[in-house]
């Protein structure tokens, strides 16, 4: 396997201008020859098939919701990130592209992150253009807001439903085409396979989730857009729907997956509440611009939060980073919070949480600013914890949300297997190993507007439109692989639910492939992972049967791809022999206590080869440069 990231050459401010000019085109006229699959109608699927059918190509794009408006990205609530420096507070370009590398801890490719950085602009003035309803100043500009690992204001915001806002506008733009003709949408459709043939992909297996049918569409270029990975937790803030499937069984037939150890855990979520819990809440980290986060210095403090006075608080973010106080970037706050629960100043019921106080914000601004600001989000705290935040301060603490890490893409955004294009969540991304709050819906609509509609051209103008065709044979053989898949679900018949497997692999996880991982915790689930899987097929019970509507064989088919990808996170994060963003070995550290990068061991991308259920992958490097953004100790004091 050979890894070329295909960075052109010439200063990073150049780039992608020189590049979109050497990137061959498809002449107007032909782009209705090719056919083109996106799998994935959230942010970044929706708004490339989208511009893909308005270029002029015949798309076919697939969702396993029963429409493409209730996509995973409908949840976003605080914001997306831009360049604009509206308020005038010494943003630009630069600013946003040195901010991503740094919060990302000089983990991901420079070349990647300045492109988003200079495109950011550009989606904004999309979104506006489809009518998004982003916040405004009483003076009509575009409003703004801060986020975590930022000292400016760049986030544009809808209320706390930016995801939704932006996700109808892309939805609009796909609607449009599908009204066209130009679109064929495929809801309720799960891809379960890629067909590669000649080394190149040429189309996907899917299984219609109503009737279970299993059908096969082939295509010049096929494009997954398919999210995250952090269910693989079992507990999450991410939709239950949310899975590694399809770029897990893409890496089975050859795409690289990068750094997949990289997880995000977000500070602000609400604590869980007992064991019987099936997902976690965010509270969206806008809450971090004006609420305060605090624990009692006094350990084991039962006290009600009021009757704690102000100088028996410990507004530890604030101590330990006076610069950023409670805007550090999430990596940092969520391990400190930790650290908090686990030296015993965790408050309520369960001792699980901190506070994230709004009394001093209320004071200074009223409740009705505030509400204004972060209604919806306090009306949805309230309904899920029957407390009211304008009266006593929320309880967070964190909960796996992102996942840094995905198939390996070049600059084209092309995985290591030719003709598949992968974007938003589902690529490895710009984020390094810690993504900045509003950065990933900036990304996915980068990715979807503005840069997969210029390189996949590149590749279809190369490859010509040659004839395709599902009738293969390499067709029938995944097929049937995916068949008999199925039917080994159905017949194993045994006695333990699916989640029950789910909820153990993600304990296993949690605990030592979570916030913290130590060497001993990793081979610990090195070895306790396969035994779990040998377990889930001989013992696990699907109820129900192909032909209808099942969703405990849909979830089972994602938990047996969560029961091999887990154990690829942990090798990954045991190779790595470092602390960095998210992935914070506890063997590495600073006095401080802060991430202790080994830059001259592992500035690289660790992109792992497939090798075989159980066998141990096989690690390829891509090794990171920084020129623009120098390498150094990130500090947010
Ligand atoms: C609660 C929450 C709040 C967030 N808030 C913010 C925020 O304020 N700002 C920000 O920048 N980011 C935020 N994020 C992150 C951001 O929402 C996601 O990273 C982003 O929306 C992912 O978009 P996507 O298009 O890549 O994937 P998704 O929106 O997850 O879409 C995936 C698509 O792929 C389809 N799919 C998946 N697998 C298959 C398959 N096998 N077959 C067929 N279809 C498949 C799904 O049906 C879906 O259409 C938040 C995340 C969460 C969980």
């Excluded at 809450?287 to 009692?296: A, K």
């Amino acid at each position: 396997m050979q890894l070329d990231s295909k960075v052109p050459s010439g200063p990073v401010q150049e780039k992608w201008d020189k590049h979109r000019f050497d990137l061959k085109l498809v002449n107007p006229a032909n782009k209705r020859k090719y056919e083109v699959i996106v799998v994935g109608s959230g942010l970044a699927g929706a708004s490339a098939a989208a511009s893909l059918a308005e270029l002029g190509y015949n798309v076919k794009c697939f969702c396993f919701q029963d429409s493409s408006r209730r996509a995973h990205s409908i949840a976003a609530q605080g914001g997306i990130n831009a360049a604009k420096n509206y308020p005038n507070d010494g943003d630009s370009i630069w600013r946003l592209f040195y901010d991503t590398v740094k919060g990302g801890d000089y983990r991901a490719r420079e070349a990647n992150v300045y492109r988003l950085a200079q495109v950011s602009g550009n989606i904004i003035d999309q979104c506006v253009a489809q009518g998004v309803p982003f916040a405004r100043e009483y003076g009509g500009l575009l409003d703004n807001r801060s986020f975590g690992g930022a000292q400016v204001s760049r986030t544009f915001y809808a209320r706390g439903q930016t995801g939704q806002q932006l996700l109808i506008g892309a939805y609009h733009a796909l609607a449009k085409q599908v009204g066209i003709g130009q679109v064929k949408m495929y809801p309720r459709t799960e891809m379960l396979d890629v067909v590669v043939e000649d080394g190149r992909a040429r189309g996907i297996v899917v299984r219609n989730l109503v009737t279970g049918k299993i059908e096969s569409h082939a295509a010049h270029a096929v494009v997954l857009g398919t999210g995250g990975y952090s269910n693989v937790f079992f507990l999450s803030t991410n939709a239950k729907g949310c899975n590694v499937t399809a770029t897990w069984r893409a890496h089975k037939r050859g795409a690289a997956f990068a750094n997949p150890c990289f997880t995000q855990i977000h500070p602000t979520c609400i604590p869980p509440s007992g064991d019987y819990q099936s997902k976690l809440t965010l509270m969206s980290e806008s809450l971090r611009n004006d609420g305060r986060i605090w624990v009692p210095q006094k350990q084991k403090d039962d006290r009600r939060p009021g009757d704690i006075p102000e100088s028996e608080r410990d507004y530890y973010l604030e101590r330990l980073y006076p610069s950023f106080g409670n805007l550090t970037p999430r990596d940092i706050a969520s391990r400190r919070a930790k650290e908090m629960v686990d030296t015993g100043h965790g408050v309520g019921e369960l001792h699980n949480g901190v506070y994230l106080d709004f009394s001093h914000a209320i004071e200074r601004l009223g409740r009705k600013v505030i509400s204004e600001r972060y209604g919806n989000l306090f009306e949805m705290y309230q309904r899920i914890t029957g407390d009211d935040p304008y009266e006593v301060p929320m309880r967070i603490y964190p909960a796996p949300h992102y996942t840094m890490g995905g198939l390996w893409v070049d600059y084209n955004l092309e995985s290591t297997v030719p003709g598949l294009f992968v974007i938003g969540e589902a690529n490895f991304s710009d984020h390094g190993a810690n993504r900045l709050g509003a950065s990933a819906l900036m990304q996915g609509l980068a990715d979807g507007y503005f840069v997969l509609p210029y390189t996949i051209g590149d590749y279809l103008a190369r490859l010509g439109p040659i004839g395709v065709s599902d009738d293969t044979a390499a067709f029938r053989a995944v097929e049937s692989e995916v068949t008999n898949k199925i039917e080994k679900l159905l017949t194993v018949n045994g006695s333990r639910t699916v989640d029950s497997f789910h909820r153990e692999l993600g304990k296993i996880l949690w605990e030592n492939c979570g916030m913290g991982r130590n060497r001993d915790g990793l081979k610990e689930a090195i070895d306790k992972i396969p035994l779990l899987r040998d377990q889930f097929w001989q013992d696990v019970k699907v109820t129900g049967r192909n032909e209808d509507l099942n969703q405990t064989l849909e979830k089972a088919g994602r938990v047996a791809d969560f029961l091999e990808f887990g154990e690829l996170m942990c090798h990954d994060a045991l190779h790595r022999e470092e602390s960095c963003g998210g992935h914070f070995r506890e063997e590495y550290q600073t006095e401080e206590g802060e991430a202790k990068r080994n830059d001259d061991e592992f500035a690289y991308v660790a992109a792992w080869e497939y090798t075989g259920v159980g066998a141990k992958p096989t690690l390829h490097k891509e090794p990171l440069t920084f020129e623009d953004v120098p390498l150094s100790q990130r500090s947010y004091k």
